[in-house]
Structures are given as C-alpha cells and as structure tokens.
C-alpha cells in the first residue's frame, strides 16, 4: 500500500458527511418534531427512536459480516466490495431519511399509533442503508493504509468533517427555523413549523449528497491486492525511520526475503468466531462503547442541562453545542497525530479521558451567575476536545486490533458499532424512566448535572482503565505453520506475523518491546518493525 495523497485523504474524511449530517438531525431534532411538529406523545415518539437504535444494532453486525465476504459480484470486484456497500446505504438513506420528517402522508390526523406504524419502517430504511455506510467506511481504513499514523489522520480527518457535519445542521436549523435574540419562550416550535423542517432535511440531504459523490471520485479501492506484500514493503520503509544498526539488518536482509515470501502465503485469516475468542477483542469493544457513550450522552443531555438545570436561554442550545464541536475540530485536525506519533495511543486516550472527565467534574460543581454566563463555555471546549480525542484514538485503536486482518475489518467494526448501538438505547432508556417530572423540585432540577458529571465521567474513567488492561493483553492469533521460533517461548506468544499494528498496537513510536526486540535480527525487517509502531 503506497502513501495516501492528499486528495484521497480528504476524499476519505467526506465519505461519511450524509450520515452525519442526518445523526445530527436524528438525535437532536427527531423528538422535537415528532413532539412539537406531529404532537405524537413522548413515550411513543421514544418508541420510532427506540426503533431505530434496534434496527441500527441488528444491522450493523449483518452489514460487518456480509461486507466481508470474498463471493463478490462482478460489480463489487470492479467497484470494490466496501465501495459498493456503501452506495448502496447511501441510496437507502437518501430515500428513506426525508420521509421521517415529513409526517405520516394521508394520515396526519389519524391516531398517534397507527403514525408510528407509518414512520417505523422508514426508520429501519433509514438505519440499515446508516450502518451499511458507517461500516463499509471504517472498514475501508484497514485497505487504504497499513501505516498506524496515516490511519489515525484518516481517522482525525473523518471526525473533523463529522465535527463539520454537526455544526452545519446547527446552522442550517437556527437559519430556517429563525431562532433569533428576541426569542424569549422555551418552546418555538410548534405545527406551522412542518415546512421548515422539509426545508431543512431538504438541505441537509442534498449537501451530503454532494460530498458522498466526491468520496466515490477521489476514494479508490483495490479488491484484489494482496495486503501482505504492500505491508511487508511499508514495514522494510519504516525500519529505517526507526534507526535500527544497519548492521542487523544487513545481516537478516538475505533470510528476510524467504521469510516475507513464507509470511504472505502461510498467513492465517481471521474468521468472525475466532476474534470472540481473543481477550483484546473485548477490551477495545468495552472501550469504544465507553467512548461512544460519553460522546452521545454529552450531545444529548447538554443542550437540557442548560435549559433545566441552569435555565440559560434558548440560544445556550445553540452556542453551547457549536463550542463543543469547534474544540473538537480544533483537537482532531493540530493535535491527535503529533501526540499519537510522540507518546502513543494510550497516552493520547488518557489525556482525552482526563479532559473530558474533567468537563464532567466542573459541571458538578458548577454553580453560580460567573459559572453560567461565562465558565460554562470552557466546561464545553473541556467535553469537546476530551471527546474528540478519544473518539478518534478508539477508533485507530480499533483499526490496529484488525491489524492486517482486513478481510474481516467490517465484522470487527460492526462489532463495535453493536456494542454502541444497544449500550446508548439502554443507557438513555434508563436515563429517561427515571428522568423527574416535577419542574419545581431542587433535587429534580439537578437530575441533568448528577447525569453528565456521574454518568458521563464514569465513562471516561471505565475507557481509560481499559486503556491499561489492553497495555498488558498481546492478542494471539492463529498459530503459523513453518514460522520458527526462540527459546524464548515462541513467535506467537509475544508477536503475531499477521497482526500487524496490533501486536504492540499501544506503544510510543520508536518503543520496541525487550521481547520482540530479540527477534530484530533472526525475523529481519519485515516482521520486527511492525513492533515498534505507536
């Protein structure tokens, strides 16, 4: 695999701007339009959001799986197999999603009932068509790039413009709904507001349109080649980045071609049973479902924490939610990579989970007219940057658990986004069934600080120890045959051939393990630098 341009690289991050652009609205505004816009009742407006978030989690595994598969359609072959998957999803979307907001055609002053019956099924349109994009994108990582740090700018890249997608739909809605200074009523919105809702779902669906179309220009997927040979190429580069004596690698430069050769055709795959069998498989699940869960919960429960608890403005929902995503930016497009080349990934996520649950403790004990006019906003850039930091670590952690797995790198992801997917509808499930009613009572009215400070840090704290326990865990795949191995114990007990970035997946670039450094010169470049990466 040659180094991505720069084109391909930006080409990559607008893969994924449609879905975001319509999570932003499905999280944000689909319960105030079923609400205020349709007057469906709350418990059944929780039931088409509930809807989605099953249909969403039952997707994601089935796309994970059937995006893998090696049976390709002639199509797929000359398109590419995770291209193909997403197109696919993007037409789902852009059929089903408008009509979620649109109202129930012809049946606008039946029961609230039989409304829900007519949303559901554009609501499990609408998710599978979102997982098929979000898996068959991140599952497009692995295949573009086996350089560690090129997939964590990939990454960095991707949530810059999911940072761009939200403030756009917050723009966009402000904009159309014509939210202004003088607005002084809780509740705007109401049914003469149907139209610019179409107005806005309109926009947003033609806007990521536009950028799905500019992902399937620039983004090329080769589905025939064979990523061992690329990788052992990359890997013979890095070594000499990372200023091993030349000495050893001359003296393992004759056998490492034998070696890179045996690598290539002995290699075992990856199959989806066996990851269930590998410790870390379910460290970075618990991990990602940890930073997920800060990321949504944090968006979902800001905006009403500063309406309920702090009863700041109506405009607060607004500026409060464009910090967070603009500290996010910030983080993700100056100070990921430097910080995942220079200390590593678990650096990186420890310092993510520091910031934000610093957000989380500020908020506990934010009180006061100096706390909500002005310090609320660097709680913001806290939660914001935090966030964003460990987003964009789990998810190039995640991509080095696949390692050079990639014909399973779609199962994997659609693993993780289960995990997220049925941990938030829990979450929230639980979070509303004991969500006060009572507006006049102290302890009620504080019910959205304990969440966010309680909640929300446990999160961070739950993500950063399974940072450490994953330090500690070498996953091992399995074994390979005519690989030999020291007294040690063996190649397969501390390194694995296959596994690319994962085997150390954790360590600080230019940090070889005592172990592994033992094999330099036997194993020669081509397997030993995939040790060393951050």
Request: proline residues 4%.
């Amino acid at each position: 695999m040659g180094q991505l341009s720069i084109v391909a690289k930006l080409g990559y991050g607008v893969g994924h701007v449609l879905n975001d652009l319509c999570s932003s609205l499905w999280f944000t505004y689909l319960l105030i339009f079923l609400n205020k816009v349709e007057r469906i009742p709350n418990t059944l407006a929780g039931v088409v959001l509930l809807v989605g978030q099953v249909a969403d989690g039952i997707s994601t595994p089935f796309v994970g799986t059937q995006a893998d598969r090696t049976d390709d359609t002639v199509f797929c072959i000359k398109y590419g197999r995770r291209k193909t998957w997403h197109l696919a999803g993007t037409i789902f979307v852009t059929i089903a999603f408008p009509f979620i907001f649109m109202g129930c055609l012809g049946c606008a002053l039946s029961e609230a009932a039989l409304q829900v019956l007519y949303l559901a099924p554009f609501v499990v349109i609408f998710q599978f068509g979102w997982a098929a994009v979000q898996i068959s994108h991140l599952a497009l990582i692995p295949a573009l790039t086996s350089e560690p740090h090129e997939r964590t700018e990939l990454n960095a890249i991707r949530y810059a413009f999911t940072v761009f997608s939200n403030i756009t739909v917050y723009l966009i809605t402000w904009l159309v709904l014509g939210v202004q200074s003088g607005h002084q009523r809780e509740d705007i919105i109401g049914p003469n507001d149907a139209t610019t809702f179409k107005i806005v779902v309109a926009s947003v669906v033609c806007l990521g349109l536009l950028f799905s179309l500019v992902f399937h220009m620039t983004v090329k997927e080769n589905n025939h080649q064979s990523p061992y040979a690329s990788i052992i190429s990359d890997d013979i580069d890095e070594e000499g980045d990372n200023s091993l004596q030349s000495a050893s690698v001359q003296s393992a430069s004759s056998a490492s071609s034998y070696h890179s050769q045996h690598y290539a055709s002995s290699v075992s795959r990856m199959l989806p049973s066996d990851w269930f069998k590998k410790k870390q498989f379910y460290l970075v699940a618990v991990l990602y479902m940890c930073t997920r869960l800060f990321c949504n919960l944090t968006q979902a429960y800001v905006p009403i924490y500063l309406q309920d608890t702090l009863e700041l403005s109506p405009q607060s929902v607004a500026y409060i939610p464009l910090t967070m995503y603009v500290s996010g930016f910030i983080t993700t497009t100056i100070a990921i990579k430097p910080i995942n080349v220079k200390f590593g990934r678990k650096v990186s996520y420890a310092l993510g989970s520091l910031l934000g649950a610093g957000g989380c403790v500020w908020i506990f004990f934010g009180s006061g007219e100096l706390y909500c006019q002005y310090l609320v906003y660097p709680v913001a850039v806290l939660l914001g940057a935090g966030g964003s930091t460990m987003l964009v670590t789990s998810l190039s952690i995640t991509a080095d658990l696949i390692g050079n797995n990639i014909e399973s790198g779609a199962f994997v992801y659609g693993a993780m986004s289960f995990t997220d997917k049925l941990s938030n509808g829990i979450a929230i499930m639980v979070i509303q069934y004991f969500s006060p009613y009572s507006p006049i009572c102290k302890h009620c009215i504080e019910y959205y600080r304990y969440i966010l400070a309680f909640v929300g840090g446990g999160t961070c704290v739950a993500g950063a120890l399974s940072v450490l326990l994953l330090v500690t865990t070498i996953i091992k795949r399995a074994p390979q045959s005519g690989l030999s191995t020291t007294s040690s114990g063996g190649l397969n007990e501390r390194i694995c051939p296959d596994d690319g970035a994962s085997s150390n997946l954790l360590l600080p670039a230019g940090e070889d393990d005592s172990d592994t450094a033992e094999h330099h010169t036997y194993l020669g470049p081509a397997l030993s630098a995939s040790t060393t990466e951050a």
